[in-house]
């Protein structure tokens, strides 16, 4: 069964509030350790940034395969004698149209 785009970014959206909490328990871990002067919470916080990590990652990767599956399947914008081309970069995308020659 194909998941519609909206479920998709609905995923990542829901992804993305769960590394927001992630990063809000570790910043108060983080504030917590530096008035407490506690270095064994300290320790905790950052072997819990693997977790927050990781998340990052995971949806990146998302994003990534989200945009990617989209340039696929709209690789033409509308008449015949035009198409679309898309540039991925590292620090985000952006998209350009230009028309392909006759």
């Known amino acids: 069964m194909r998941i519609s785009l909206q ?3 609905d995923q990542l959206e829901a992804s993305l509030q769960e590394e927001g909490a992630l990063v809000l328990r570790a910043l108060r871990g983080c504030l917590n ?7 064994e919470l300290a320790d905790e916080v950052i072997a819990f940034d693997d977790e ?3 998340t990052y990652v995971a949806i ?3 994003i990534q395969s989200l945009l ?3 340039h696929r399947s709209r690789s033409t914008c509308g008449t015949s004698s035009r198409s679309c081309t898309s540039t991925f970069t590292w620090s985000g ?3 350009t149209a230009s028309p392909s020659p006759s």
Do not use: I, K, S, Y
Request: glycine residues 4%.
């Open 7 to 9: 479920e998709e970014l």
């Open 68 to 70: 990617a599956r989209q």
């Open 60 to 62: 990146e990767e998302g």
């Open 93 to 95: 995308w952006r998209t």
């Open 52 to 54: 927050v990590d990781n």
């Open 33 to 39: 350790a530096l008035e407490r002067q506690d270095a």
